[in-house]
């Protein structure tokens, strides 16, 4: 993610304003894919109804290809892997995002936490750490949470 993030800004000062937006659009759809992943894995199980729910939630958000989306799967586990805080990715999300923006990426984490049938507490815990470095508001993390339940 870092590295993702000193393109984003080599690019913002070197290259013209498409160049900037297109690495500024890939930093906050690869913050947006370790947050996923990062549900994905805090059962400490890696399933394959979680990872789908992953690259569906990932494609139809951002607007992917396959083969993006495949790419930002990749990039999202070994971000994810090799983060050591949860801030370098809410940070990204937070600044760009709208509250409503927000809020279904809260409900996007309830899906990948729903997408095995159960709810583990550390995917609950995770979740509600992530809202609040999301500055998502409780009624809004509960909404999130009800609507990812019913479509889940």
């Known amino acids: 993610m870092i590295e993702a993030l000193k393109d984003f800004f080599k690019?913002?000062?070197q290259?013209?304003?498409e160049v900037a937006a297109e690495a500024h659009e890939r930093a906050v759809r690869l913050a947006a894919g370790v947050l996923l992943f990062e549900i994905v894995r805090a059962d400490r199980k890696v399933e394959d109804g979680e990872r789908t729910v992953m690259r569906t939630a990932l494609q139809s958000t951002f607007?992917?290809?396959a083969a993006?989306?495949?790419e930002i799967m990749e990039l999202s586990e070994a971000q994810s892997r090799n983060a050591t805080s949860l801030f370098e990715f809410t940070s990204v999300i937070d600044a760009q995002f709208s509250g409503d923006q927000k809020k279904r990426i809260v409900e996007l984490l309830w899906l990948v936490a729903f997408a095995d049938g159960r709810k583990d507490p550390e995917e609950e815990h995770l979740i509600r750490k992530i809202a609040g470095l999301l500055h998502v508001a409780h009624p809004?993390?509960?909404?999130a949470k009800i609507k990812a339940r019913g479509r889940s």
């Open 140 to 143: 809004d993390f509960i909404d």
């Open 15 to 17: 290259g013209g304003p």
């Open 63 to 65: 607007d992917l290809t």
């Open 68 to 70: 993006e989306t495949s």
């Open 11 to 13: 690019t913002k000062t």
